[in-house]
């Protein structure tokens, strides 16, 4: 089960940095640029990874699906374990995003970019980017427990394990 974790987390962890990326470089004001796409792409992601790897998303989602006394497989707790796993990566990809974009402007512009306060830039970012990367956990976990399941050859249903073909 340790397996399926690790592969749960690595696509989450992508996915999360693609449409987060993607996002802060769509609504930053200057049109999509390829460049600070792909930085913030690769740094996103290895912040992600380093989440997933640090943090028991899964005890944690479980966790706090107890404490409030849901079904595990239910839509109530579905909707809260999205939520749980929104707010632990989503303010830490943020808050890491907009220091490197503050950066690299400030170098590209040799100091000279005027730029918003960090906290107006952080708060717009983040009430964004908490409301995307929700909406894109509740869509892609099912989806990827699914195929986390299946190539870590893993049967969900808890019989023998699936054949790897």
């Not at 690790?6 to 640029?33: A, D, K, P, R, Y």
């Not at 890491?96 to 708060?123: D, W, Y």
Request: with cysteine; glycine share 6%; hydrophobic share 55%.
């Amino acid at each position: 089960m340790k397996k399926v974790g690790i592969i749960m987390s690595v696509l989450m962890g992508v996915t999360l940095s693609f449409c987060l990326s993607l996002t802060g470089n769509l609504t930053s004001g200057e049109g999509f640029q390829l460049v600070p796409f792909l930085l913030s792409f690769a740094a996103s992601t290895v912040i992600s990874l380093i989440i997933g790897i640090i943090i028991p998303m899964k005890k944690v989602e479980d966790g706090a699906v107890k404490a409030m006394k849901l079904n595990e497989r239910s839509m109530p707790a579905n909707l809260v374990k999205a939520l749980v796993s929104d707010l632990i990566y989503t303010p830490v990809i943020t808050l890491a995003m907009i220091i490197l974009v503050r950066a690299l402007v400030m170098k590209m512009s040799h100091g000279h970019a005027q730029l918003p306060p960090f906290a107006v830039m952080f708060i717009k970012s983040l009430i964004i980017s908490l409301v995307v990367a929700y909406i894109i956990i509740l869509i892609v976990t099912p989806v990827f427990m699914k195929l986390s399941f299946k190539l870590a050859g893993v049967n969900p249903a808890g019989g023998p394990p699936a054949d790897k073909k």
